[in-house]
Nanobody
Framework: QAHLVESGGGLVQAGGSLRLSCASS????????MAWFRQAPGKGREFVAV????????DYGYSLKGRFTVSRDNAKNTGYLQMNSLKPEDTAVYYC???????????????????WGQGTQVTVSS
């Protein structure tokens, strides 16, 4: 069982930046696809970003590319989400998740991910 722990959330003013981390305690991290999702109050969980094990396949949710950057350091079993130019609508609980890289399901689907962290709160004030 992969154990994922997010950190780096907090309160930031609009226009500010945060860097989230996702630390895995499992050695399989370097072979897994990793994604970030977020869930705002009263809304469903939304796809944010995905990165493949070699950091060659990367994609972002609608309108997030250019402000958010996903990365990973397999030697540290850690993934990252750099968030710049934050807006109040980015306020949400952010989750990291991993899945087998050979999964046939679309990477935007949260149901395709096997392991999840507990989430970290990001609050952007106007």
């Amino acid at each position: 069982q992969a154990h994922l722990v997010e950190s780096g959330g907090g309160l930031v003013q609009a226009g500010g930046s945060l860097r989230l981390s996702c630390a895995s305690s499992e050695g399989t991290f370097k072979r897994d696809t990793m994604a970030w999702f977020r869930q705002a109050p009263g809304k469903g969980r939304e796809f944010v970003a995905v990165i493949d094990p070699e950091s060659k396949g990367i994609d972002y949710g609608y309108s997030l590319k250019g402000r958010f950057t996903v990365s990973r350091d397999n030697a540290k079993n850690t993934g990252y989400l750099q968030m710049n130019s934050l807006k109040p609508e980015d306020t949400a609980v952010y989750y990291c998740a991993t899945r087998n890289r050979y999964s046939l399901q679309t990477y935007c689907s949260q149901s395709s991910y096997e392991f999840w962290g507990q989430g970290t709160q990001v609050t952007v004030s106007s």
